[in-house]
């Protein structure tokens, strides 16, 4: 055989060989999707770093992190129908809208995919559907923001709460955490709404739900504040008005003797970057913040435990961290990776 034709063909069968070995490395990888409720806010990017953290740490995973744009429920319920249909190894779900999300779950678990929920869990009656919720204990989180309230030595008052999403189960779990504490009653006694109980009441318009839009969420600020001059305490139980720091600066800086004096207590879930110089200059007394760079990768972790036909703990808590004015700009809201 002439020498240049052998050559042709070894070179041929090297490609071959090589080829082989790229495509079945690519079969052995195995896609885990992590389906957020929405991508344009701050708690966002440090979920898909945890998330891609931990997949770069076992080495054979990859980690495919999508959510819609704006708030849209029935966006992020399809983009998770398509992880399905595509047949992912693995699926991360936050229920913007549980109910919907549940079906989609259904989908995923009659096809084999192990399912997670993150951030925000199903209902109770679909928990079945899911191996672990992985995040913050959100009843917890309510209590938590409200014992800060009373720290400050406040006897009742009035309060104004400030949620996201209507139908989201986590927040509804701190609303009623913060109402349960300030009433001093037990989780199993809870309150609809505050109307005197230990002293608190919630003003008419309250509390107020801005569905994830941030500039509705600061604007929403303003009118509270406006129209309830002696409001004695604002809770948020997420950061959204603080993301956009102008307009809340704009709403806030004019109360600065009151928040100064404790008159007016101001307590906000989440501590991300845009929120710590407000805390810092005393435009809120404290930020509860939640580990959402945990939750993405404790999210690909159970997955790949349950790919390998291992077991998880029915809930995964990931913590919160309670943040000062005094470290605010320093240790506040660092990531431990």
């Known amino acids: 055989m002439h020498l240049s034709r052998k050559l042709k063909i070894t070179l041929s069968v090297a490609c071959l060989a090589i080829g082989m070995t790229a495509a079945q490395a690519n079969a052995d990888e195995r896609e885990f999707a992590l389906v957020f409720k929405v991508l344009n806010n701050a708690f966002s990017p440090p979920i898909k770093q945890g998330c891609e953290a931990a997949a770069k740490k076992l080495g054979d995973v ?24 595509r047949g992912v190894a693995g699926l991360g779900v936050s229920a913007g809208n549980p109910k919907a999300m549940a079906r989609i ?9 192990p399912v997670v929920t993150f951030d925000t869990d199903v ?30 030595k406040k006897a009742g008052g009035t309060v104004c709460i400030q949620s996201g999403a209507p139908a ?3 927040l509804k779990a701190r609303v009623q955490g913060i109402r349960d504490t300030l009433a001093g009653v037990t989780k199993d006694k ?20 801005n569905n994830d839009d941030i500039t509705l969420a600061a604007q929403q600020v303003r009118d509270v504040m406006t129209n309830n001059p002696e409001l004695s305490a604002f809770v948020a139980v997420g950061g959204w008005a603080q993301y956009a720091p102008q307009a809340y600066k704009q709403a806030m800086e004019p109360l600065k003797k009151r928040l100064d004096s404790k008159d007016l207590v101001v307590v906000f879930g989440d501590n991300f970057g845009p929120q710590l110089p407000l805390l810092a200059e005393g435009l809120s007394h404290y930020n509860i913040g939640q580990r959402p760079y945990d939750m993405g990768y404790e999210t690909i972790m159970a997955l790949d435990k349950l790919t390998k036909g291992e077991t998880v703990e029915p809930f ?14 320093t240790t506040c809201g660092k990531i431990a990776e």
């Open 168 to 170: 989201s189960e986590n």
């Open 62 to 85: 990859t980690c495919t992190y999508l959510g819609p744009t704006e708030y849209d429920e029935a966006k992020q319920v399809q983009l998770a129908q398509d992880m399905v249909t």
């Open 123 to 152: 209902l109770p009656e679909d928990a079945n559907l899911r191996s672990t919720y992985i995040g913050t204990d959100n009843y917890e989180f309510g209590v938590a923001l409200a014992q800060k309230v009373l720290e400050t």
């Open 105 to 113: 779950m259904k989908m995923a678990k009659e096809k084999g995919i």
């Open 316 to 329: 995964i808590k990931t913590g919160t961290e309670v943040c000062t004015p005094e470290d605010a700009l």
């Open 190 to 209: 809870g309150v609809d709404t505050l109307t005197g109980q230990n002293g608190w009441t919630e003003p008419a318009g309250c509390p107020v739900y």
